[in-house]
């Protein structure tokens, strides 16, 4: 099975660090112990964590960053979404259907992607997503109109030009309408189409080694738009160059009306016969699974992104999250897409999964600290980079985010800055760091082309919807 090799020891403080943030009113750490440390500080060297204690032990530094009255936290990670969707936000004639009726208005509109497309909405979605506290985020980019170009290599340009640690997924459709799919002939491929490129793109972008900032996996949309060869040929190509597997799976009661009418079975039944049964694994939503999948899907070790903004938007239910967690089950969290959710803020993710997993077992069943967690050490156990990234120990990767508590939103929050964290707001990082480079600050994009990328992707937004 895949596996991440150990992060490499943490620096010495021979000399200065490169940033220390200092005099946190807290720090959680999310590290084994669940460290929560007062009046804390984390230095980063190099871009990876080479430090983490208690006031007065701080390192010298030669930048700085002032957390006073703040809480720290691990930079939050994505663990599933579609950018590109950013340019049909609320698009009005698919604001009332469900899943199916959605995605049939849209796939016309999406058959426009291109790679200027790809590029702007890819920069676009990275700046929103730091500014709600997310530091590495996938996209499940599986719409590759005919003549589009390489769309996951423009996505992996604005990755790296915004500094932004991304897992982009080569996704893919190959049953259209034709076939009895859902998506139009214009954004469908051949298996073989499907497979080449896939193994280009790993062998192009896919960076192994520790604190890795681009990694690529593989990605079928659905059981609805791929066919199950196209799955088993995937996960053994996966298997083959050692890369992780994404799909969506029980996301809609359609999608168990249709794998019972079209392969006479359930679609986690199906997951399992195509060979996605794995740890190499992450699914999206999971919200149909019955009690007997939940436990293989914990058996398997096969990580599922909870979206629960999407989820409701959607009118989709309610995924069992704390059945999932019993189970063993990697739960992370995910914005989904811009056109289903229409934001895209962890912030907003871990808040509302909070607030959907007390709704459905009570309130104790969900506290801050344990939507915190599933937007760091869930995220990174799905991603398949456990003790890398969602976690502020030495050796880890240099992401981490300052939230501020100041105003009217959190007067009288006083005793647990965690649970004021999620249970206040709305809130926006103050300062988000990747490593170690600051993209956001005092609660600004660093970045100076912001105003110039909105344009030119409201230009494209515009060029969309008028056809």
Not at 55 to 80: F, M
Not at 108 to 114: A, I, K, T, Y
Not at 283 to 302: D, F, M, Q, S
Request: charged share 20%.
């Amino acid at each position: 099975m895949s596996s991440t090799p150990p992060p490499p020891p943490a620096p010495t403080h021979d000399a200065p660090a490169d940033l220390l943030v200092r005099n946190a009113a807290l720090i959680a750490t999310c590290d084994a112990q669940r460290r929560e440390i007062a009046g804390g500080w984390v230095s980063i060297t190099n871009g990876v964590v080479s430090g983490v204690g208690d006031a007065g032990t701080e390192p010298p530094a030669k930048r700085t960053i002032d957390a006073s009255g703040c809480l720290v936290t691990p930079g939050l990670i994505n663990t599933h979404h579609h950018i590109y969707q950013n340019l049909t936000r609320a698009y009005l004639p698919a604001t009332s259907g469900n899943l199916f009726t959605w995605l049939t208005e849209l796939y016309p509109v999406w058959s426009q992607l291109d790679e200027e497309a790809a590029y702007l909405s890819a920069w676009i979605g990275f700046a929103e997503l730091a500014l709600g506290g997310c530091t590495t985020s996938m996209d499940h980019l599986y719409v590759h109109p005919k003549g589009g170009g390489d769309l996951i290599t423009a996505e992996i340009t604005a990755a790296k030009e915004f500094g932004f640690r991304f897992h982009a997924t080569r996704g893919s459709m190959s049953r259209s309408q034709k076939d009895g799919g859902l998506p139009p002939d214009s954004v469908v491929q051949t298996d073989d189409e499907i497979l080449a490129d896939s193994e280009r793109l790993v062998k192009m972008h896919h960076d192994r080694s520790p604190h890795a900032m681009i990694q690529v996996a593989l990605a079928p949309c659905s059981p609805f738009s791929v066919t199950p060869d196209l799955m088993r040929s995937t996960a053994e190509l996966a298997e083959k160059l050692d890369v992780r597997l994404h799909t969506h799976l029980a996301e809609d009661v359609d999608e168990d009306t249709y794998c019972l009418d079209v392969y006479g079975c359930r679609p986690v039944e199906l997951f399992e016969d195509v060979g996605w049964g794995s740890n190499r694994s992450w699914v999206a939503h999971c919200v149909y699974p019955n009690a007997e999948e939940i436990e293989r899907l914990g058996k398997w070790g096969t990580g599922v992104a909870h979206c629960p903004s999407s989820n409701q938007i959607l009118g989709a239910g309610f995924a069992p999250i704390a059945e999932f967690v019993a189970a063993g089950v990697p739960v992370g969290l995910g914005c989904d897409g811009s056109a289903s959710a229409d934001s895209a803020s962890l912030w907003t993710e871990a808040r509302n999964a909070m607030l959907m997993g007390r709704h459905r077992k009570g309130p104790e069943s969900m506290q801050a600290r344990d939507a915190l967690e599933l937007a760091t050490l869930g995220g990174a156990k799905c991603l398949g980079r456990e003790g890398e990234i969602g976690v502020l120990t030495p050796g880890a990767a240099g992401d981490l985010v300052v939230w501020g508590f100041e105003g009217v939103r959190y007067a009288g929050a006083l005793s647990d800055p965690i649970e004021a964290w999620l249970r206040c707001g709305p809130t926006s990082a103050r300062d988000t760091v990747i490593a170690g480079e600051s993209v956001v600050s005092s609660g600004l994009l660093t970045n100076p082309n912001v105003e110039e990328m909105l344009t030119r992707h409201r230009g494209v937004a515009t060029r969309w919807q008028s056809r």
